[in-house]
C-alpha cells in the first residue's frame, strides 16, 4: 500500500479505539465498575461499529 493509505489506514484506527475507549468509560461508569477492553469491544462491535463505519468511511487516496 501507499503511505498515504497506510496513514488513513492507521488514522481509521486510531478514531475507532477512542470511541471504544468512550464507550468503555461510559458502561464502565453505568457498571459502577471497569467492564474492561473486551467487553467494551464487544458491545461496540454489536451495537455501534456498523453505524460508526458508516458514517466515519477510511479516507482512502485514489487509485492510479
Do not use: C
Amino acid at each position: 500500500t501507499e503511505p498515504e493509505g497506510d496513514a488513513a489506514v492507521w488514522e481509521f484506527f486510531l478514531n475507532e479505539r477512542e470511541e471504544i475507549l468512550k464507550l468503555k468509560w461510559i458502561e464502565s461508569q453505568k457498571a459502577g465498575q471497569d467492564i474492561g477492553y473486551e467487553k467494551a469491544i464487544q458491545i461496540w462491535m454489536q451495537h455501534h461499529r456498523r453505524s460508526w463505519v458508516k458514517d466515519h468511511p477510511p479516507l482512502l487516496p485514489p487509485q492510479s
